[in-house]
């Protein structure tokens, strides 16, 4: 298993050590997705199983398989009781495992053993470290029922012990995806959450035209608790913040109501064409149906492979569950179709405030 190893210590003093941990079956794959997408280098990958086979078949740089006592390697068949126990039985190996980190970034399937079961564990060690912890874990297909009610439980013992959770669901890449590969469709999310990643490691990271520094994601996230994430991209010179803010709302695979969310964090990425009031358009605009006391930190980074073109990601923390399964709810969603004229768009009201 490799370390990151540094020439000189001073090399990372000052800078935030991140790593994303992959836990059990879906977790390891989205490892190896991840891997095969790079843009991550600065980000440690780690994957956790309780099934040698699979996790011998995982790319990455750090693996570790548990509870080689209670599953003799065999994976947790389902149990999230077994996945837990599992864990709880190489505590220690895994808390220096992920000792020293400042960002934990825990990716797992809920629904099944390991991913439910261990998942929670890795988090509460990682919290215990120092570190602050998000989790972004899938939610189970809607024909996988009792996966579904095993998936609410590994979600309630997550926010428990993370400072915030994101659930991406699985239903929701039939509609986006249903007739690709299933490799590339569960790539697609995976896509998603690395650019979600990339986009927060490298506002705090790099240097920017906006900086967002460790402290300020602290201050979002530990208060976070559910949250959902947006991503979205544009190519379009003109009305560039309406754009790319419509694309991340609109986006097929994470449609959630954020409405009444206690913070964000959101970061821009555009060419050297990107002007300030249109980066603030962009959090405007995303942020106008937050709480009035919401907690919004936002970077923005010039990026010249971004000419003339504009990217934002973001995660709105704060969110009430009962809006993010499912995506937008009815009432919500009526609202925003009695907005979509061809010529406003969906911020026929909105886009007056900004630009008085």
Not at 233 to 256: G, Y
Not at 277 to 303: H, P
Request: aromatic letters at 4%; one cysteine or more; proline letters at 3%.
């Amino acid at each position: 298993m490799a370390d990151i190893i540094s020439e000189n210590a001073d090399d990372w003093f000052g800078v935030p050590q991140i790593a994303i941990v992959g836990v059990g079956g879906a977790g390891n794959n989205s490892m190896n997705r991840l891997e095969s997408l790079g843009g991550l280098e600065t980000v440690e990958k780690i994957a956790i199983n309780t099934d040698k086979l699979h996790l011998d078949s995982i790319k990455t740089g750090k693996k570790m398989l548990i509870g080689k006592s209670l599953t003799k390697g065999l994976g947790a068949g389902g149990s999230p009781d077994i996945g837990r126990k599992a864990a709880e039985l190489d505590k220690e190996e895994l808390r220096r495992l992920i000792q020293g980190k400042n960002i934990v970034f825990l990716t797992a399937g809920m629904g099944g053993g390991t991913g439910t079961g261990a998942a929670p564990v890795v988090a509460e060690l990682a919290k215990e470290s120092g570190a602050i912890v998000i989790a972004m874990v899938s939610f189970p297909f809607e024909a996988e029922r009792i996966r579904r009610k095993k998936a609410m439980d590994g979600i309630e013992r997550l926010r428990g012990v993370t400072d915030t959770v994101v659930v991406l669901e699985n239903d929701k890449l039939l509609k986006f995806a249903g007739n690709l590969p299933v490799n590339d469709a569960f790539k697609t999310m995976d896509m998603l959450i690395a650019e979600t990643i990339q986009g927060i490691t490298e506002t705090i990271t790099k240097p920017s035209l906006v900086n967002l520094d460790f402290a300020d994601f602290k201050a979002v996230m530990e208060a976070g608790d559910v949250a959902v994430m947006l991503v979205g991209q544009t190519s379009r010179s003109e009305n560039k913040p309406e754009a790319v803010v419509e694309d991340a709302l609109c986006h097929p695979l994470l449609e959630a109501d954020y409405k009444g969310a206690k913070g964000a964090l959101i970061h821009v990425t555009g060419g050297s064409d990107l002007t300030m009031k249109e980066t603030n358009d962009i959090v405007e605009l995303l942020t106008y149906e937050l709480d009035s006391t919401a907690n919004v930190i936002w970077g923005a980074r010039i990026n010249d492979d971004f000419n003339g073109k504009a990217r934002v990601t973001a995660i709105m923390t704060g969110v009430e569950p009962k809006w993010v399964f499912g995506g937008i709810s009815e009432e919500r969603e009526g609202v925003l179709k009695s907005k979509a004229g061809v010529e406003k768009g969906i911020f026929g009201d909105i886009i007056p405030i900004i630009r008085r």
